[in-house]
């Protein structure tokens, strides 16, 4: 499976596609591992006050808790369909983990 000379990445990529998705879910698994070994909740992060504007700004839409573990500010805009393509994930996001709120930025 070694990359002919002269070949682009791309290229390697198009003929063994499935390597292409085993490399994504590897970089998304060791991110998840990333993620779950960051700071204890003794070390947590203290939010500026643009971050807390942002994320209580009573003028952007919301979905969950407003005391979620974990908060996704979603820039989109409402008229773009590839943008409305996300919404699956996210609604599957927030179905499997109920601490998760999506704020709706546009």
């Known amino acids: 499976m070694a990359q002919a000379p002269g070949e682009t990445p ?3 990529l198009s003929r063994h596609p499935k390597a292409g998705l085993a490399a994504a879910i590897a ?13 204890s909740p003794a070390q947590g992060l203290t939010p500026t006050p643009v971050v807390l504007a942002v994320l209580n700004d009573p003028g952007s839409p919301a979905l969950g808790d407003p005391s979620a573990d ?20 996210l609604e599957a996001a927030r179905r499997a983990d109920p601490h998760v709120r999506v704020v709706y930025k546009d």
């Open 70 to 89: 974990v908060t996704i500010v979603l820039f989109t805009d409402y008229q773009c369909p590839i943008c409305r393509g996300t919404d699956g994930a």
């Open 10 to 12: 791309g290229g390697w």
């Open 27 to 39: 970089l998304g698994l060791m991110v998840t591992v990333a993620l779950r070994v960051g700071p």
